[in-house]
């Protein structure tokens, strides 16, 4: 890979990784917000809702937005918002500031996911293509894993505030990178290249990508609950485990983006579905925890976290492969798919666990949703980017 691609992939997963560290924060500072803010903890997730609906309800616009102000500007301007956001946040710290953040910088964060989308899309080989995404979707991740061990701690020691303070420094500076090293596409090239319709049926890649992360999602924001309540784990130990699937996620996704481009864009979609059955049988190893012991539930979260997230940049690559003249309007119509689905999984997980009175439901659920979303990828396999 050329200097200029590791640049280009590198700023990518920072515009990514810091574009949804709102999106993450609230669950992170549950605890402190809750207590400080004079709210409850479910006022606190509803932030998180919040900002998931929006990138969910956005990413279409985005998508045209970045048709025309090109890929470099619409990561600098969704970095500006970040820091702009994270400032307010820091500086104002009230509630209705986390909301109103939550709506802008979850908005813009589709301009993130399609202007990284394009850049990589026009500028990295084919051959590279999934290897490149999955390092840049592996940005969310890495955030993730670090804001989850560190943040919690970091409010302990100083203030929330701090973090917040952080977080925007840290856009500013991704953003800048970004306009130095994400090319300067020409706004008339981007236009022309996504003047062309999209193929037919492309329709299918939103439901494959609502039913993918929907099946998935519980796997991050309930395994911790699930470990505590039904496991009989330690808050320490459930976030450890949790923390040591997403490294293992990032590890994996990396080695699949690898793997995939050897398999090249026609096989592509093969190797995706391959991941999500995997990951299927995993969440039914994680149901199954209280009959068959903690093992199988470390397991099934690290095989299962670790699989979903390759999927996940494998998607990505797909996106271009079946879209070529069309990424940004394809990436705004899957991420639409993606998002929302990322907005109803988790509080519907919730709401049949407290109605049941157990995880078992809601985890054979998302095993459900997982294995609907294979044949919903087997759909999107069938696509011909010709027509």
């Known amino acids: 890979m050329r200097s200029s691609e590791r640049g280009l992939v590198a700023v990518s997963a920072g515009a990514v990784g810091i574009g949804a560290s709102l999106g993450f924060f609230p669950g992170f500072l549950a605890t402190v917000l809750s ?18 609906g929006s990138t969910g309800l956005g990413s279409i616009l985005t998508g045209k937005i970045t048709e025309k102000i090109g890929p470099r500007a619409a990561i600098a301007i969704d970095m500006a918002i970040v820091a702009i956001c994270s400032f307010s946040i820091a500086i104002v710290g009230t509630y209705i500031i986390w909301v109103i953040s939550s709506i802008l910088a979850g908005a ?46 970091s409010a302990s020691q100083w203030k929330w505030e701090h ?63 699930y470990l505590e309540d039904s496991m009989d784990a330690s808050s320490g130990l459930a976030g450890g485990i949790t923390s040591i699937a997403c490294f293992s996620g990032v590890v994996m996704m990396i080695c699949n983006g690898l793997f995939a481009d050897r398999l090249g864009p026609r096989n592509r979609i093969n190797l995706l579905i391959a991941l999500l059955s995997i990951s299927t049988i995993a969440v039914f190893f994680v149901s199954l ?3 068959l012991g903690m093992f199988f ?61 157990t995880f078992a439901y809601s985890w054979i659920g998302t095993g459900a949703l997982l294995f609907a979303a294979i044949f919903a990828w087997q759909r999107v396999g069938k696509i011909n980017p010709q027509e």
């Not at 301009?111 to 999934?130: M, P």
């Not at 994400?182 to 999209?198: D, G, Y």
């Not at 689905?341 to 109605?355: E, H, K, M, N």
Request: with cysteine.
């Open 35 to 52: 207590e400080e803010l004079l709210v409850s903890k479910g006022k606190v997730g509803l932030i998180v809702g919040i900002y998931f």
């Open 289 to 291: 925890g209280p009959s």
């Open 163 to 225: 973090i917040l303070l952080v977080n925007g420094i840290v856009a500013i500076a991704v953003g800048i990178s970004a306009l130095f090293v994400i090319p300067n596409l020409k706004v008339n090239s981007v236009q022309k290249s996504n003047a062309r319709t999209l193929p037919t049926n492309f329709f299918w890649f939103g439901i494959a990508a609502f039913l993918l992360i929907a099946g998935s999602q519980p796997l991050y924001s309930w395994i911790v609950s």
């Open 297 to 357: 539930v470390i397991t099934g979260a690290t095989i299962g976290v670790s699989t979903q997230l390759s999927a996940i940049g494998t998607m990505h690559a797909c996106i271009v492969d079946k879209a070529p003249f069309s990424i940004s309007k394809a990436t705004g119509i899957t991420m639409t798919g993606y998002y929302l689905g990322a907005l109803a999984s988790p509080p519907l997980f919730g709401f049949i666990v407290d109605w049941t009175g």
């Open 108 to 153: 813009a964060y589709g301009l993130s996911n399609t202007g990284t989308n394009v850049a990589i899309g026009k500028e990295v080989d084919k051959d590279k293509r999934t290897f490149s995404m999955s390092i840049k979707t592996a940005g969310v991740p890495f955030m993730a894993a670090l804001a989850s061990a560190i943040g919690p701690w």
